[in-house]
């Protein structure tokens, strides 16, 4: 059984819809993953998907209308503050990508942690 599970792991991560897994992405390199956000893609929802399952993991509470989940937000500040992340910080990963927008987010009075 544990040579069935093994394997069937392994050729997984060999598939490219394993790497491409919502539970994936914030391993990625950050501009990979911004790639993917800044196309309309299917890809784009699961990356999205991934935002909030972040943040609602982390017990982020956002002011109103400055939660990703806003349009507004999502496109004026988020998508630009993940570029310039991405951009200073080639290297990174989207984890840390939104990690850094959630202490920006925490330094402007604009979230939380907890209830």
């Known amino acids: 059984l544990l040579f069935i599970l093994f394997t069937s792991t392994s050729v997984l991560a060999q598939n490219d819809v394993f790497h491409q897994s919502p539970a994936i992405y914030g391993g990625w390199n950050c501009n990979v993953a911004l790639d993917s956000l800044n196309k309309k893609s299917r890809g784009l929802n699961n990356i999205t998907a991934w935002i909030f399952g972040y943040t609602y993991g982390k017990n982020i509470q ?35 990508a939104m990690d850094s927008y959630v202490d920006f987010k925490l330094k402007q009075g604009e979230a939380v942690i907890g209830n």
């Open 62 to 96: 956002f002011k109103k209308g400055k939660s990703p989940a806003s349009k507004t937000e999502y496109k004026d500040v988020l998508v630009p503050y993940l570029t310039e992340y991405c951009k200073n910080n080639r290297d990174s990963t989207f984890f840390h």
